[in-house]
């Protein structure tokens, strides 16, 4: 079946350097989606990715859709305390019938 | 507009009790999914609902675990006998139903379930 996979598992950062986490699916994807989740809160929808190669942009953080659509990234710039909490990737299968999440990189951010 | 809701928030039961976990997904929203998360893990698809309807329940356990969504009133998710290995955050998202799968999921604050 459809695995993804997200790396590192965990990344501590000081406060003010970047970050990034890169999710690889074993197929290829329809879309993506990108979810934040803070310690015991619940996972919140980021943004979707659809397009091959696509990039967008939500303030400090960049999010890609690898060419092959079988791999992506969400990188931070200059990270902030309020960025802790771990995030998930999540992709469809090009059936669109199944949400698969990656494991998730938990971000700790050191004040 | 409210969220997505789930009750109990926290649910503690002793081996063999049976575990009803609510949700009512957000207004205007009719199709439902239950995902798993195992502490500090992933999240891990159970099953997709819609009124009246299962969709996929390939995340499933064969055993001890149902879910329903009526035409009235929240889904249910249902886990009989519940074992150790049943502790975890059950989490519950809501999208509209107008396209299947590929609409944005909102997901509810989750049921924290500790088993005895």
């Known amino acids: ?111 | 507009n409210a969220g997505v809701m789930q009750n109990p928030r926290h649910l503690v039961r002793r081996r063999g009790q049976e575990a009803r976990l609510r949700c009512s997904p957000m207004k205007g929203h009719s199709h439902v999914y239950w995902y798993r998360q195992l502490p500090e893990e992933g999240l891990k698809f159970m099953v997709y609902l819609q009124k009246e309807n299962i969709i996929d329940e390939s995340g499933m356990p064969k055993e001890r675990f149902s879910a329903e969504f009526p035409k009235e009133g929240p889904s249910i998710l249902r886990i009989q006998q519940v074992v150790r290995g049943d502790s975890a955050a059950y989490f519950c998202a809501s999208s509209p139903g107008i396209t299947t799968w590929t609409e944005t999921q909102y997901f509810g604050p989750g049921t924290r379930l500790l088993v005895l």
């Not at chain 1, 690889?24 to 809160?41: C, D, H, V």
């Not at chain 1, 960049?62 to 992709?91: P, R």
């Open chain 1, 1 to 111: 079946g459809q695995q993804v996979m997200q790396i590192p598992q965990y990344q501590h950062v000081q406060e003010g350097e970047d970050f990034t986490t890169y999710c690889n699916s074993s197929t290829t994807l329809s879309n993506i989606q990108w979810y934040k989740q803070r310690p015991g809160g619940h996972p919140v929808f980021l943004i979707q990715l659809v397009k091959s190669g696509e990039v967008k942009k939500q303030k400090r953080l960049t999010f890609q859709f690898g060419e092959a659509k079988k791999n992506s990234s969400l990188h931070i710039t200059a990270t902030q305390t309020t960025d802790v909490g771990t995030y998930f990737c999540a992709g469809f299968n090009n059936a669109g019938n199944m949400l698969t999440f990656g494991g998730g990189t938990r971000l700790m951010v050191k004040p």
